[in-house]
């Protein structure tokens, strides 16, 4: 990577502050940079704090005399090797596919023939609004790579998708588009996450409180760490992780099909919360009866998507389960990684606040003995699991 040059342009946003953590991350990662600083950019950060960051210098206006000169943005947009978008704002998005050319930024994005990504952060009503969307789809089609924004608390208040992918994440992406090497390059791993949905009648359905983070985020920490990492998710509405193949599905036997049909892998993540029982739905909604009776509901075992992989001839080299419990964790753990033929099984108490909180306990238990993690947000649990499997398939 040494010698590789990064054009990265600061939007307008008061996560522009981020840009600075991410210039010193890419010089650390022995690549240059260079920075475009628009307008609304500079109310948030200095063009000397980037300067002294970057040890470059940086540009602000189309209409400087000594850089236009020498057609100063042409250059700009022809020697760096990928050019970034770190915030990538609403206004920012919008102009880029209309092809707008009305300053520094546009202008060069419009005439660079590098790749582009864009890293966006904004308000979650900005981010979710019918315009941003078709403008971000419009510049997917056009090429660009376009980030998901992180889901949480965002400093206007409100709570949501649309903060900025933390600098480590952007920079994971940047190193991707570069075409550099992870731990886990050439490795292909299989991630389930969130819940299924078995269905009664048209109208309901057997489900559980799986909110998908925890199994989101160990897919995106994979991707950031090389792997091509294949994501089978129950029914939830979380972004896709940045270099993440999405495939989504409702059922306990579509996310076995999924998963049969997601083989050879090197390795298995099961997170997904995969229901034990489905019913023969009907085809009409079942109606109340006079006498208040309840309906008869015969129930059917699913597959067990675990313990067949962990006994099939097609088992990924390291085949890892997760396992909810609210008693006699480590136990019911221990026990379950026996009797399914896993390597790990991470298990954790979901008595409380776990399933669609942004924390998690965690207890990795393996043939080695127990490992906990206690109480750590859900993508440092990722972070830590992934680097553990990248550890364990490079040895």
């Avoid at 994971?172 to 009664?200: F, K, S």
């Avoid at 099984?345 to 606040?353: E, K, L, Q, T």
Wanted: proline share 6%; glycine share 10%.
């Amino acid at each position: 990577m040494n010698g590789r040059k990064i054009l990265l342009i600061v939007g307008g946003g008061i996560a522009a502050y981020k840009a600075c953590e991410l210039v010193r991350l890419i010089r650390k990662a022995g690549l240059s940079v260079r920075c475009v600083l628009t307008a609304g950019g500079q109310q948030f950060v200095t063009p000397m704090t980037l300067a002294a960051l970057s040890e470059q210098p940086v540009h602000t206006s189309l209409w400087d005399l000594k850089d236009e000169a020498e057609m100063g943005h042409i250059q700009l947009s022809r020697q760096a090797d990928l050019v970034v978008i770190v915030p990538a704002t609403a206004d920012l998005l919008a102009r880029m596919a209309a092809g707008i050319a009305d300053d520094l930024a546009t202008t060069l994005l419009l005439a660079t023939d590098k790749p582009v990504l864009a890293a966006p952060a904004m308000n979650v009503r900005m981010w979710g609004h019918a315009a941003t969307q078709r403008n971000v789809a419009q510049l997917r089609a056009d090429g660009v790579t376009v980030l998901e924004p992180d889901e949480g608390a965002m400093a206007c208040g409100e709570y949501g998708p649309g903060r900025l992918p933390d600098p480590e994440i952007i920079l994971a992406a940047i190193q991707r588009a570069l075409g550099a090497a992870g731990p886990l390059a050439g490795r292909h791993i299989l991630v389930t996450a969130g819940p299924t949905h078995e269905p009664i009648d048209p109208v309901r359905y057997i489900a559980n409180r799986s909110s998908g983070k925890q199994g989101f985020a160990i897919a995106g920490a994979l991707a950031a760490l090389g792997a091509r990492v294949t994501l089978i998710a129950g029914p939830v509405t979380l972004p896709t992780p940045a270099g993440v193949n999405r495939v989504d599905v409702e059922t306990a036997r579509e996310m076995a099909a999924a998963v049969d049909a997601a083989l050879p892998a090197d390795a298995a993540v099961m997170v997904a919360a995969v229901a034990d029982w489905h019913v023969a739905a009907a085809g009409q909604k079942i109606k109340k009866q006079a006498d208040g009776a309840p309906p008869s509901l015969a129930f059917t075992e699913n597959p067990d998507i675990l313990a067949t992989l962990g006994h099939s001839a097609r088992r990924p080299g390291l085949l890892i389960g997760f396992a909810a419990e609210t008693q006699d964790v480590i136990a019911h753990a221990t026990a379950k990684r026996t009797r399914k033929g896993a390597d790990w099984i991470v298990a954790n108490d979901v008595s409380g606040d776990v399933m669609g909180g942004a924390n998690n306990s965690v207890h990795i238990v393996s043939a080695d003995g127990v490992e906990s993690w206690p109480d750590l947000p859900k993508d440092v649990v990722a972070t830590r699991l992934a680097d553990r499997i990248a550890a364990a398939l490079a040895g």
